[in-house]
């Protein structure tokens, strides 16, 4: 991240580059990960419980997301609207990242039900959606490098 000259980054992106619409899209994903996983962890913390484990001994994946998923998608879109070099970095390398995300958690669903033991409709449709979603903003993006 460090090699990329960022006092000329942002004049090799065109200025059609749908910048608000990108950026919209990384705080839906934002959102969406909270939601998703503050709605497992928060309501048992609130009734005294212990949240379910289910078949992981940690919530690694969620911390992970939590602690830093969310905050880099929220960033990157601040600072892509922002026009900042660091916000065409971060957005570029984030898009990536969520369709590498999308992909993994859409074949884990589609593998779960497979195998006869299929994971909720509410977290495999919002991933495909995210996956094609960020499939356009990639493509939308390398269209609009110089």
Same mark, same amino acid.
């Not at 884990?108 to 033991?117: H, K, P, Q």
């Given at each position: 991240?460090?090699?990329?000259?960022?006092?000329?980054?942002?004049?090799?992106?065109?200025?059609?580059?749908?910048?608000?619409?990108?950026?919209?899209?990384?705080?839906?994903?934002?959102?969406?990960?909270?939601?998703?996983?503050?709605?497992?962890?928060?309501?048992?913390?609130?009734?005294?419980?212990?949240?379910?484990?289910?078949?992981?001994?940690? =919530? !690694?994946?969620? $911390?992970?997301? %939590? *602690? &830093?998923? /969310?905050?880099?998608?929220?960033?990157?879109?601040? +600072?892509?609207?922002?026009?900042?070099?660091?916000?065409?970095?971060?957005?570029?390398? =984030? !898009?990536?990242? $969520?369709?590498? %995300? *999308? &992909?993994? /958690?859409?074949?884990?669903?589609?593998?779960?039900? +497979?195998?006869?033991?299929?994971?909720?409709?509410?977290?495999?449709?919002?991933?495909?959606?995210?996956?094609? $979603?960020?499939?356009?903003?990639?493509?939308?993006?390398?269209?609009?490098?110089?």
């Amino acid at each position: 991240m460090m090699s990329f000259d960022l006092t000329t980054l942002s004049q090799h992106f065109s200025e059609r580059l749908p910048r608000g619409w990108i950026a919209g899209l990384l705080f839906v994903i934002g959102g969406f990960l909270s939601l998703a996983w503050l709605g497992k962890v928060v309501p048992p913390l609130m009734q005294n419980l212990t949240p379910a484990l289910e078949n992981t001994t940690t =919530f !690694v994946i969620q $911390a992970m997301d %939590l *602690g &830093l998923i /969310v905050p880099l998608a929220v960033l990157a879109g601040v +600072l892509l609207l922002r026009r900042s070099a660091w916000g065409y970095l971060l957005a570029s390398v =984030f !898009v990536m990242k $969520a369709i590498a %995300l *999308g &992909l993994a /958690v859409s074949a884990m669903c589609i593998n779960m039900t +497979l195998a006869g033991t299929p994971d909720s409709l509410a977290i495999m449709v919002p991933f495909l959606a995210i996956t094609v $979603a960020n499939l356009f903003a990639a493509v939308s993006l390398l269209k609009n490098v110089e």
